[in-house]
Structure formats: structure tokens, C-alpha cells
């Protein structure tokens, strides 16, 4: 990963930004929702195959738009071809709803697209799954729909958390329960068991509701090569203030950095990393 901080880019986003199977490896930024969103990704330290992660900032007019972060599993081939294809799925339903501008159905195009992928994914037969993360950013307002554990955060510009989703995942419902705390859970042996997928005949989509967004408000989805790294403290301190490139190309170097250099008591998983971070531009 590259530690170069990227110039601050707010070019308009006419048209979805989309990665898969790439790599964006300062954080690349562009106007979409009455705000600011960047996009960055990796694979691994010293990977050679494909980037398993995808994302798109998905605009749909002047004051909506969509966020989508997908993790892909089971492996290289199996991993990139659910993540991409369940990226691609979102962007084709939510251009179909969202006709003329209109954002009035992004809930049901966002859904219809989850859904859709899901078929599609099974349909390959190859094994293959993927988390989502997705973000509905709708006239100052932020609602989150989730299957797996790729993280969706809104925390304050003074660093409260405004909301986090909770993984599907055995490990994070342990914590969600009071039966693990946070530090145990980074270091617990089964942390990477996901319990819940796109791909599978028992998937299901979580939605919260959507939240009003205050100006210094910072959105962040993650693939989980993130979460795996830093703790959540660490994850607010570098994103809830400060230019959004700058602190996201300082937020994604300490990754980088815990996936290179293992250091006591900190946590240590070498992962595809993919972070996209929004916020609204102050009137």
C-alpha cells in the first residue's frame, strides 16, 4: 500500500465509481450526495492474486447516492467473482429504481439488488460468496443494510459512535452478548467464521434505520481487513476529523503497517483491505 497522501479530489461522480479485482492504493475521492466520498482498496501485503474485495459509489442525484463495500470468500477465483458480481448486481438495480432521479425506491432497489446477487452468486456453483456493506446516503440521511462482517461506522466529528453495525459472525455476537470483550474477540481463534453470506440459501439482510446525518458526521464501510487490524478507538481517531483523503490514507497506512509488522498485543491478520468514508459537505 502506498503512504503517499492523495491530493484532495471532490471531481462531481456522474457515474458509479467501481472497483473489482483492483487496486486504488491512495484514496481517490469525488463529489456524489451533497458530500464528499473516498474509495480506497489493496490486496494483502505480498498477495499476487486478485483483490477479493469490490465497492462503488453508486450516485443517483444531486442529494442521494449509494455506498457498497463486498468481501468475497472462498477463495481467489471464487472470492473476486462474488464480490464483483454482487457489486455489479447493486448498481444495475438501483439504476433500474432510481429512474429520472428519483430516490424515493432506493430502499427496494437496494434490497432487490441484495437479493438478486444472491440468486446469481448460487447460481455460479462454484462455491463462491460474499459479504455487502451498503450505505443509503438520501437527503442527509444515512441508513445501513448489512450481510456479514464487513463494518458499517457513523461517528461524530468529536468521535462519538452514532452507529456500528454488529458482524454476522459467532465472535461478534459473543461480544454483543457480554460473553467476550472487544479485546478478546481480535485475538479469539474462530474471529474469521462468518455466519451469515451472500451466497447462501439462508441469507438474510439486515437493515437499521436511517440515521440524520450532522455535518462533521464521518461514514465508513470496511471490508474487515480493517477490523481484523485495528481496534475501534483507533479506526475514530484517524477518520473523525481532518481532510477525508488525509485521514483516510493515515487510517489505511496503520493498517498496512499491523499487516506487515507483527507487534505484541496488537492484532494481526494480512487481508484485502477496502475502506470507503463519506461525509456531507457543510452548507
Known amino acids: ?38 474509495l480506497f482498496s489493496a490486496r ?64 427496494a432497489a437496494i434490497l432487490d439488488g441484495i437479493e438478486t446477487a444472491n440468486r446469481l452468486i ?22 445501513p443494510y448489512h450481510v456479514g462482517d464487513s463494518m458499517i461506522l457513523v461517528v461524530g466529528g468529536k468521535g462519538k459512535v452514532k452507529l456500528l453495525t454488529v458482524s454476522h459472525a459467532p465472535v461478534a455476537m459473543a461480544v454483543e452478548a457480554g460473553l467476550l470483550d472487544a479485546v478478546e474477540a481480535m485475538h479469539h481463534d474462530e474471529r474469521h467464521l462468518v455466519s451469515n453470506v451472500v451466497g447462501s440459501t439462508e441469507m438474510r439482510i439486515e437493515i437499521g434505520p436511517p440515521l440524520k446525518l450532522a455535518p462533521r458526521d464521518t461514514v465508513v464501510l470496511a471490508s474487515d481487513g480493517l477490523s481484523d487490524n485495528l481496534h475501534l478507538d483507533e479506526i475514530i481517531a484517524r477518520i473523525r476529523k481532518g481532510k477525508l483523503t488525509q485521514s483516510m490514507s493515515q487510517l489505511v497506512a496503520e493498517a498496512d503497517q499491523r499487516m506487515q509488522t507483527p507487534l505484541p498485543g496488537c492484532p494481526h491478520k494480512p487481508d484485502d483491505l477496502t475502506v470507503i468514508a463519506y461525509r456531507r459537505k457543510p452548507k
Open 44 to 107: 494483502a501485503p505480498d498477495k499476487l492474486t486478485y483483490n477479493e474485495d469490490s465497492a462503488a459509489v453508486i450516485p443517483v442525484n444531486e442529494t442521494s447516492g449509494v455506498l457498497v463495500v463486498a468481501d468475497g470468500l472462498g477463495g481467489e477465483r471464487a472470492g473476486h467473482e462474488a464480490s464483483a458480481l454482487a457489486v455489479r448486481t447493486l448498481i444495475e438495480t438501483v439504476r433500474a429504481f432510481a429512474v429520472d432521479g428519483e430516490s424515493t425506491q432506493l430502499r
Open 122 to 143: 448460487l447460481d455460479l456453483g462454484i462455491g463462491a460468496a460474499t459479504t455487502i456493506a451498503v450505505v443509503e446516503i438520501n437527503d442527509g440521511k444515512a441508513r
Open 1 to 38: 500500500m502506498a503512504e503517499t497522501i492523495a491530493p484532495e479530489l471532490t471531481t462531481p461522480c456522474p457515474s458509479a465509481q467501481v472497483l473489482t479485482r483492483h487496486e486504488w492504493t491512495e484514496p481517490t475521492s469525488c463529489a456524489v450526495a451533497a458530500g464528499e466520498a473516498a
